[in-house]
């Protein structure tokens, strides 16, 4: 087919429930590509020589590859290709923010002059991911000859498990230590099922298992063992602990009751199910107007998954404007089709409280945008004289997480940053201790599941190399 003729086809929509439907259920939102649809959209990829759309993929997907397998319908080549590079298709497939790595640069969109023309990349990612899953024949990957080297793995998110498959491959024996009773990190814990069903993690768990990747759950290292009780047992250790730490505003009011983290509140509904109580056990609170604070992904997340636990008013409260929210514009847009209220350019003062210390208000200020600060995006000002109340059952504050504290806190020789961030070194990974290494949330602060791959990726390189180079004596 000639460029010309490929660049004719219109981009091919994914399927989505109805906002009006899916409000009331925690069902996925999009529904994905068919084959037929599938293989439509791979014929608009022009099989490009310069290949840019690889470099704008963190773990570098050899994705003419995978697109021109999925055009011929060979869709197990298509999921073949891909696995080569990224151990968790179907999850990033839904949650990578394509439209700014892969999807970015891609000549289609270039040519077409908009991004929301490019080649979907990110739809037949998941496609090739989910045919295989449906198939109910998962490949497996070659595993070398046992090494005889044992790794502990600490955390159980998609940098640890990233760093578990690739050494298991390579013929060491792996153990994740997991906190919480399922592996799979914010992926389970954090984002919701309407967004990446839990059922896709699950299997990308069991096919590690399968593999012969060990679990221990309700394991806390820096509790029950320490790092240096773990490297008497291990000849390396990856520590992926992750950013699960909340942060707070610091206003008044914010111990009231009904006041959340979005963790909590979304580990609540998504990790305890209390979408599904008193059939689960874990209750959340279920009330009409819900105030999330924040503009990310999490702040979406949050504000979504409210009216879905029943609130009749889910309202976002940002201090920019929509331009400058970090949240993907999918997830943006999904919240408004679903009926979020959006009040921007307000920032909260205080939260206000009953006397039996429940919540029934709060107490914002209108913004304006000023010049640009050290992130680049224009500084919000307070507009003195222009305070208000905004009417509100529950707050969930959504401004961001930091890496969690604990290893760090019980290892003194692991040096962090002032944000409390493990320092590595960027080659490798490795830690302030020899042989220890880390990667993902835990060093980058509140970032990306891909990015958090890849540093998964170049951990556990570095750690088979320093396992069989330097300790096979
Ligand atoms: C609500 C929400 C929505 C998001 N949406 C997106 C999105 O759409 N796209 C995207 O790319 N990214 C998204 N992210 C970010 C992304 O999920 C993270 O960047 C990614 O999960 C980081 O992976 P990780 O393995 O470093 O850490 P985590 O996923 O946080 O996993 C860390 C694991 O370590 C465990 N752990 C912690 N301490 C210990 C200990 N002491 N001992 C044993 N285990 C421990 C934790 O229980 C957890 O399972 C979102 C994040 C949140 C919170
Ligand atoms: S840049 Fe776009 S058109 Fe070119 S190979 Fe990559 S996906 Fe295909």
Same mark, same amino acid.
């Given at each position: ?6 660049l004719q086809i219109p981009p091919v929509g994914m399927q989505q429930q109805a906002a009006s439907e899916r409000i009331h259920n925690q069902n996925e939102v999009p529904l994905g590509f068919t ?38 319908? @060979? ?10 590079? @990224? %151990? ?74 990233? =760093? ?16 919480? $009773?399922? #592996?799979?990190?914010?992926? =389970? ?73 979005? @963790? ?26 819900? #105030? ?20 009749? $008013? ?28 959006? $009040? ?14 429940? %919540? ?29 109340? =905004? ?44 042989? =220890? ?22 951990? #556990?390189?570095?750690? $088979? ?9």
């Amino acid at each position: 087919m000639k460029t010309k003729e490929r660049l004719q086809i219109p981009p091919v929509g994914m399927q989505q429930q109805a906002a009006s439907e899916r409000i009331h259920n925690q069902n996925e939102v999009p529904l994905g590509f068919t084959p037929e649809e599938a293989r439509l959209e791979a014929l608009r990829c022009l099989q490009c020589k310069n290949v840019p759309c690889i470099a704008g993929c963190p773990v570098g997907i050899d994705i003419p590859s995978f697109i021109g397998f999925i055009a011929e319908g @060979n869709f197990q080549g298509a999921i073949l290709k891909i696995k080569e590079k @990224n %151990v968790l298709p179907a999850v990033c497939g839904r949650v990578c923010p394509q439209e700014e790595q892969c999807q970015l640069p891609c000549t289609v969109g270039k040519i077409l002059k908009t991004t929301e023309k490019s080649v979907s990349i990110g739809t037949l990612e998941r496609f090739a991911a989910d045919w295989e899953r449906n198939s109910g024949s998962v490949s497996k990957p070659k595993i070398a000859s046992k090494t005889g080297k044992r790794v502990a793995i600490v955390g159980g998110g998609p940098a640890g498990l990233t =760093v578990a498959g690739d050494l298991i491959k390579l013929g060491h024996e792996v153990t994740v230590f997991e906190a919480l $009773h399922k #592996a799979g990190g914010v992926l =389970v814990y954090g984002i919701p099922e309407f967004r990446l069903p839990k059922k896709i993690v699950k299997n990308e768990v069991e096919n590690l298992q399968s593999l012969g990747v060990e679990f221990k759950y309700n394991y806390v290292i820096g509790k029950i063992e320490s790092i240096d009780e773990l490297f008497q047992e291990y000849d390396s250790i990856f520590i992926g602990t992750g950013a699960g730490l909340p942060r707070f505003m610091g206003i008044e009011g914010e111990n009231l009751l009904g006041v959340y983290s979005a @963790n909590e509140y979304l580990t609540r509904a998504n990790l305890m199910r209390a979408f599904d109580f008193p059939n689960a056990d874990t209750p959340i609170l279920n009330v009409s107007r819900v #105030a999330t604070i924040g503009g990310g992904n999490v702040a979406m997340d949050s504000a979504r998954t409210a009216l879905r636990l029943g609130a009749e $008013h889910s309202l976002i409260i940002y201090r920019r404007s929509e331009v400058e929210m970090p949240a993907r514009n999918e997830e943006i847009e999904h919240a408004k089709d679903e009926g979020v209220e959006f $009040h921007l350019l307000v920032n909260p003062i205080r939260i206000i409280g009953n006397e039996e210390g429940w %919540v029934t208000g709060m107490e914002v200020i209108k913004m304006e945008l000023g010049e640009p600060d050290a992130s680049g995006r224009r500084r919000p000002v307070p507009i003195p004289g222009s305070e208000f109340i =905004v009417d509100v059952d529950a707050v969930i504050v959504a401004i961001g997480n930091s890496p969690n504290p604990l290893v760090a806190k019980v290892t003194p020789e692991l040096k962090v940053n002032r944000w409390g961030g493990i320092i590595v070194d960027e080659e490798t990974g490795e830690t302030s201790i020899k042989g =220890v290494y880390a990667g993902g949330d835990i060093v980058l602060g509140a970032a990306t599941v891909i990015l958090a791959m890849g540093e998964g990726r170049r951990a #556990a390189k570095a750690m $088979h190399e320093y396992m069989m180079n330097e300790k096979t004596d």
